[in-house]
């Protein structure tokens, strides 16, 4: 069953929506689908439901299903949308202000989207540092190259991080 089918039976949750309107501090009922948010998005394929959607769905009140689903966990957060909407209301925050939500209720977040914040965690980088192999099957790295070292950026990310969490 699709996520659209889910939302035809489902009932709007007022207190889940004002939940998400008080995070994201944006005016979500001042979007005016105008779709800008929509033809900029690099996740577009990705989805099921458009930005534009998602905001109707927002001031509408659906959250629950949005919540639960893997929706939230597909945008690239590139913010293009936020950049596109002339009315500032910003998917991006609202769609950050689900993830919070569903991570305050223990639903599942995907496998790919938890290995790649340990990943951060544990090196302060998005990447591994990784050689590099060309067509020929010639292996370089940083020093071959003669690149300097990337300095450990671990130490500082995760005195921010933690300095962040201290301030909530």
């Known amino acids: 069953m699709s996520l659209t089918d889910l939302m035809s039976m489902s009932k709007p949750d007022l207190i889940l929506r004002e939940k998400v309107l008080a995070k994201t501090g944006r005016g979500v009922a001042d979007c005016f689908q105008c779709m800008k948010c929509t033809s900029g998005c690099t996740a577009l394929k990705l989805l099921e439901l ?19 689903s893997d929706i939230i966990w597909t945008c690239a957060t590139c913010l293009k949308c ?29 496998e790919a989207y938890l290995k790649a914040v340990s990943q951060i965690l544990e090196s302060g980088l998005a990447e591994t540092i990784q050689k590099i192999v060309t067509r020929d099957a010639e292996a370089f790295d940083r020093e071959s190259l003669k690149l300097p070292k990337i300095a450990n950026p671990k130490g500082g990310f995760q005195v921010a991080f933690m300095k962040i969490l201290e301030e909530r």
């Open 50 to 68: 458009k930005p534009h959607e998602i905001m109707r769905l927002v001031e509408w009140g659906f959250l629950e299903e949005l919540v639960t």
């Open 82 to 110: 936020t950049e596109r909407c002339p009315q500032k209301a910003s998917p991006y925050h609202a769609i950050m202000a689900l993830r919070n939500i569903a991570v305050e209720k223990e639903v599942k977040v995907p």
